[in-house]
């Protein structure tokens, strides 16, 4: 019904950059929000972005001041910059969105297959 598909994943040394982008296709009606989570190996995935759609943002204490997450609502996309990357960010990243499909149907969660990120020198 929904598909979610990242991209902008790679290898990045300490301090590098890197952009993530996740579109959303299918059958959608309305998104609440759409976010980035990440599970590093061996840990639970975790949240690293929120942002509501009209909303504002939250972010992982870990990551504030570092990434940066946007969306095109046009496009059903969100975006995360991703700066000063460090060792401990190495992780799949998985796009996430809370969306309908129709008018009447409840809200349910979307996952992405995920994107690896590898930070190291």
């Known amino acids: 019904q929904v598909q979610l598909v990242e991209s902008g994943g790679g290898l990045v040394q300490p301090g590098g950059s890197l952009r993530l982008s996740c579109t959303a296709s299918?059958?959608?009606?309305?998104?609440?929000?759409m976010g980035w989570y990440r599970q590093a190996p061996g840990k639970q995935r975790e949240l690293v972005a929120v942002?509501?759609?009209?909303?504002?943002?939250t972010y992982a204490d870990s990551v504030k001041g570092r990434f940066t997450i946007s969306e095109d609502n046009a496009k059903n996309t969100v975006y995360l910059q991703m700066n000063t990357l460090k060792a401990e960010d190495t992780a799949v990243y998985y796009c996430?969105?809370?969306?309908?499909?129709?008018?009447?149907?409840?809200?349910?969660?979307?996952w992405g297959k995920g994107t690896l990120v590898t930070v190291s020198s």
């Open positions: 996430k969105a809370n969306a309908r499909t129709t008018a009447w149907s409840r809200l349910m969660d979307y």
């Open positions: 942002i509501p759609t009209g909303g504002s943002t």
């Open positions: 299918g059958i959608i009606f309305s998104i609440n929000h």
